[in-house]
């Protein structure tokens, strides 16, 4: 009965540590989009309070501000706008990378975030 207890216990603590090191995602993420056969850089820097997700993002194009951020769980959405259209980003979170899925002018895009190791 008590191991029981006990082993119930530990699931629960490394639960709760797991959730803890997928929300952390402050910091600059990087990655690429493939756009008609090129290599597109993208760099977004992550600003988290509580469930809400700030920040910005980088492309060729210019930086843009993250808007309408969200965190529920493991994933993370918003939006950014990119030449007056916005760009609808959603993710799922893992400990070293995002999967990310952006939507612009009826299009998706998949790419796959890095945690940057120069901040």
């Known amino acids: 009965m008590n ?7 530990v699931l629960a603590v490394c ?3 797991f959730c803890l090191i997928l929300a952390d995602v402050n910091g600059k993420w990087t990655g690429y989009i493939d756009y008609n056969g090129s ?3 993208l760099t977004f820097n992550f600003k988290t309070d509580g469930d809400k997700i700030t920040g ?4 060729p194009l210019g930086t843009s501000e993250i808007k309408e951020g ?5 994933i993370l959405t918003f939006k950014v706008d990119i030449n ?3 760009a609808v980003h959603t993710g799922r979170i ?3 990378s995002i999967n990310m899925k952006i939507n612009y002018q009826g299009n998706t895009f998949a790419t796959t ?7």
């Open 3 to 9: 191991t029981k207890i006990f082993n119930s216990l």
């Open 15 to 17: 639960g709760v540590l």
């Open 39 to 41: 290599d597109v850089p």
């Open 56 to 59: 910005t993002s980088e492309t």
């Open 70 to 74: 969200k965190i529920e769980k493991d």
């Open 84 to 86: 007056g259209e916005m």
């Open 94 to 96: 893992f400990a070293d």
């Open 113 to 119: 975030l890095k945690r940057s190791k120069t901040q």
